[in-house]
């Protein structure tokens, strides 16, 4: 699946995503300027709550990757929207595991599905007109390895164990960025834990009954996937 990547000028999105068909942006989140906006000036296109979750990130580069990927995010979403950035109302859905409102983001009408996931130097974002989750996540260390292995899928657990230690790293990046899209297709985050679903460490995503599940292109030391309502194949 093609990734379009979304720099420093304004975006040419064209048509929002119709159907079955999702939509996916990456963005170096170490830019000083997102899709004509300062990521100083930040404060001008988000909301109270972003500027206020902003303001608790205590390290200055984890503060300016939430800022220019919440940019970046608002961007597109006015370019689909045909709105400006900072018009775009962002509100939080029904929590599926308590229903508090903590659960997946959206925008007030709905009209337009997104996901927003971002890590050290890369955010990705995904549009869809049904529920749709992406992820990226850079390459784990071995211990981190270590610290997780017991808490997913027994046959997940196996396929790691099975692999040379120097191989788990990649494995683990690989089905921890699988998982991730899912449980933020669903809404579910983390609540649950991670043993659910089953999504494989392997070169192939694992099938997920109710979900499309694809690895996306990401960066070296990088893995990235995309998770999609629906059992038919992403186009």
Excluded at 24 to 43: F, I, K, N, P, Y
Excluded at 61 to 75: E, K, P, Q, V
Excluded at 166 to 188: H, I, M, Q, S, Y
Aim: include cysteine; aromatic fraction near 4%.
């Amino acid at each position: 699946m093609y990734v379009n990547q979304l720099g420093g000028d304004l975006p040419r999105v064209g048509p929002p995503p119709e159907g079955e068909a999702v939509t996916v942006w990456a963005l170096d989140t170490g830019r000083s300027v997102v899709a004509g906006h300062a990521v100083e000036e930040a404060a001008a296109v988000l909301d109270a709550a972003e500027r206020e979750r902003a303001g608790r990130l205590v390290r200055l580069t984890d503060r300016h990757a939430y800022l220019a990927s919440h940019l970046g995010l608002r961007a597109l979403l006015g370019a689909y929207l045909g709105q400006a950035p900072a018009d775009v109302c962002l509100i939080r859905e029904e929590c599926p595991c308590c229903g508090g409102p903590h659960g997946r983001p959206a925008v007030a009408g709905g009209g337009l599905h997104f996901s927003l996931s971002h890590t050290a130097g890369v955010a990705y974002v995904a549009f869809a007109a049904i529920p749709v989750g992406v992820d990226v996540e850079g390459t784990p260390g071995a211990a981190v390895v270590t610290d997780v292995l017991s808490t997913l899928h027994p046959a997940e657990t196996a396929e790691l164990t099975a692999l040379a230690e120097a191989d788990r790293p990649v494995a683990l990046g690989r089905l921890w960025a699988r998982k991730e899209a899912v449980l933020k297709a669903t809404g579910a985050g983390l609540a649950r834990g991670v043993a659910e679903p089953y999504v494989g460490s392997g070169p192939t995503p694992a099938r997920v009954t109710g979900w499309t599940l694809r690895d996306l292109p990401a960066p070296p030391d990088y893995a990235a996937a995309v998770a999609l309502a629906g059992p038919e194949p992403i186009p």
